[in-house]
Each structure stands twice: as structure tokens, then as C-alpha cells.
């Protein structure tokens, strides 16, 4: 306890503690052991994600700078990611048919448009 | 209670009796196993929570999170009093006693140099926040014009993006300044609003390993930048928070 005099008044700490404060340090920070209950790293990384996305609007996040869950297909819905990338390339063929000069030409457009 | 084995830090025997009404995560008391010189911090926990696939479910509940982030950070904060306690990311679970013991073992080692590392320092938090400020409606006369309209606006932008400019500007010499009184330091991603309940934008996030013995003036350092900030009106904040256990700098060498 004698070190404990030195010390100043703690800082927002205690049950008033912010929540992200709190979960940054003891989900994201210190030491990573594999303990015999097996959550891996990956599981808690993605928790951490999804948590962001619970809590956040997915427009807040991207104001944050946060978007790179848009690129990683565990996070969306393999499902509906499949279907739209089937639906892509028969637009495109079709595209190709219809107009066969000017394939990379639609092909622009219809991805700015998406 | 049988059931499993959580632990929340690894740290050097201590003297100092540990707050007498804690409680860990699941409501149990933590104990120390000691092995081999070094000490673990173990709760039993429940094996309907805390085995494979239930702590997989549980882990995504937020209020089930939340409620076990606070009781791994009270263990923590309670051991922060009275030695350097190396704390382990939260739901780290063994079997039983012989678990722990076989991983502290393994470990030793790093136990100790991270120890040695870190020993009678903590870690501050600092975080910057800006926000701009409301136009006031009087202080904008309504536009008599389009023209008018496009001049105010061009104005207002202006002087949001100085403020912008002026605030990034502040918080990078706070943390170059900080940094150089702290022996290191982490930057960490911008918080989350939505979980921080925080207002304005989190501009800087740091983390820094001050001993002990020199926190007060680091403490007094800080606050004097925030006496800075509030002066002028500047839409910009500065928070402390501390002292945590080291968790930004337990996990790597540096």
C-alpha cells in the first residue's frame, strides 16, 4: 500500500470507467496466451468488430475511417455476397452481347452505378 | 466450487492483502496460485459460461461483455495498488490448477523479463477530442441571397477545417511532448462514439508507460494542456484516464 500514497487520484477509472476504455485494453491489449479453453485470436478480433458494428451505424464507422469489414467476406453475408457477384458477371455477359466493342466501356458504368 | 480456471494477470509475490470484497469475473473471489517464484491470479468459473462453445456465445452478449470486462479490469485495477501485475487478455481459461501451472511454466521466462520490464510503472491514458462548434442561428444573419448563401457557407467550412487543422496540430505536439517525458508509448485507433458516449471526434488515443515514482508530474503535465484547451473556446478536450496496469505494454518487447 505504500506505493499506493504516491500515486494521484485515479482518473475516470472504477465503475464510471468508460466502456471503449475498458474493452480496448482488456479485449484488444495485454498478454496473449492460448489458454485450454481455445478462443482464438481471430474470434476476438472479430468480436471486437462486430461490437463496433452493433454499436455503431455503419455510416459513423466509416466516418471513423473503420470500413474494412466491406472487404473481408467473413463479415458479410456470404450469401448475398455470392448471389450479387452471379448477378455481376450475367449483366456483364449480357452487356458483352449486346454491345461486344464496348465491353470495358460498360463495364465501367455499371460498377459506378452499383 | 470446482469448474474451470480463469486467469487475470501473472505477477512477483506480494505482501499487500488485496481489497477484501473483491470479486472476479462470475462472482468468485480471486486467488493466487503460486509456481515457481511468480504468482497467478485464478478465479474458478462455471463451465456453462466459460467452456468452448458457451464462452463463444457469451463473448458476443454485450451486457455478458461488459459486465466481465469490468470485473477483469476491477481484478486488475485492485492489483495495480499493490504490485505490476502482467495482465492476460481477457478469457483466458484453463482446465484446473495443474493448467496454469504448465503455462506458467512454459512461460517463465517471458514472465520475467516482461516483469523486470515493467516493474513500478503504470500506463496513462490521453485522448484528444475535438468538436465544431454550433453556429450560433443569430450570429448568422439568413442569407439575403444565393450569393450570400455560398459566402456564409464558404466561411463556416473555413473555419471548421482551421479548427480541424488546429486541433490535429495540438494533439500531435501533445503526444510528441508526452512522449518525450514517458518512457513509451502506443497509439491506439480512435474510439468508437457510440461506446465512449464520448462527444466530438477522438482525435488522439495514446497510451503511456510512466514509472510510478513520476506520474504525478506526468498527471500535472496533462493538465495543464487541458487548462490550454479550455481556455480559448478551441472545440478541443483532453482526457486522462489512470492509472491502468500496463496493458498497451505488456504484450510486446519494445
Excluded at chain 2, 167 to 185: C, G, N, Q, V
Amino acid at each position: 500500500m505504500t506505493m499506493a500514497g504516491r500515486m494521484p487520484e485515479p482518473y475516470g477509472q472504477g465503475s464510471g470507467a468508460n466502456l471503449a476504455d475498458i474493452l480496448e485494453r482488456v479485449l484488444d491489449k495485454g498478454i496473449v496466451i492460448a489458454g485450454d479453453i481455445r478462443i482464438n485470436l481471430l474470434d476476438i478480433e472479430l468480436l471486437t468488430i462486430k461490437l463496433r458494428l452493433i454499436v455503431a451505424s455503419v455510416d459513423k464507422a466509416k466516418e471513423m475511417g473503420i470500413d474494412w469489414w466491406e472487404t473481408d467476406p467473413a463479415l458479410s453475408s456470404r450469401a448475398r455476397r455470392d448471389e450479387l457477384a452471379r448477378e455481376n458477371a450475367e449483366l456483364r455477359e449480357r452487356l458483352a452481347r449486346l454491345d461486344p466493342d464496348h465491353e470495358l466501356e460498360a463495364r465501367e458504368e455499371s460498377e459506378e452505378e452499383s | 466450487m470446482t469448474g474451470l480456471r480463469y486467469v487475470y494477470a501473472v505477477c512477483h509475490p506480494f505482501d499487500a492483502p488485496l481489497q477484501a470484497q473483491l470479486k472476479g469475473v462470475a462472482g468468485d473471489p480471486p486467488r493466487l496460485l503460486s509456481h515457481h517464484g511468480l504468482i497467478a491470479v485464478v478465479s474458478h468459473v462455471p463451465e456453462r459460461d466459460f467452456s468452448e462453445e458457451p464462452l463463444r456465445r457469451r463473448l458476443e452478449d454485450l451486457d455478458w461483455l461488459t459486465e466481465t470486462a469490468r470485473a477483469h479490469q476491477s481484478v486488475i485495477d485492485a492489483l495495480t495498488v499493490v504490485t505490476t501485475p502482467l495482465p492476460l487478455r481477457m478469457a483466458t481459461v484453463f482446465r484446473d490448477d495443474s493448467g496454469v501451472r504448465v503455462m506458467m511454466e512454459a512461460r517463465e521466462d517471458d514472465f520475467r523479463r516482461t516483469l523486470e520490464r515493467l516493474a513500478g510503472r503504470v500506463e496513462w491514458g490521453v485522448k484528444v477530442y475535438a468538436e465544431a462548434e454550433q453556429q450560433a442561428p443569430a450570429a448568422a444573419p439568413k442569407p439575403a441571397s444565393g450569393r450570400d448563401y455560398l459566402r456564409q457557407r464558404r466561411s463556416q467550412v473555413r473555419t471548421d477545417e482551421d479548427m480541424w487543422q488546429r486541433a490535429e496540430e495540438f494533439a500531435t505536439r501533445l503526444h510528441a511532448s508526452l512522449s518525450s517525458y514517458a518512457e513509451d508509448s502506443r497509439l491506439h485507433a480512435p474510439q468508437n462514439p457510440a461506446l465512449s458516449r464520448a462527444s466530438g471526434r477522438n482525435l488522439l488515443n495514446a497510451a503511456y508507460l510512466v514509472p510510478r515514482d513520476s506520474s504525478e508530474e506526468f498527471v500535472e503535465l496533462v493538465d495543464r494542456t487541458k487548462d490550454e484547451t479550455r481556455a480559448g473556446g478551441s472545440g478541443m478536450r483532453v482526457e486522462l484516464t489512470g492509472p491502468w496496469a500496463a496493458y498497451s505494454f505488456a504484450g510486446e518487447q519494445s
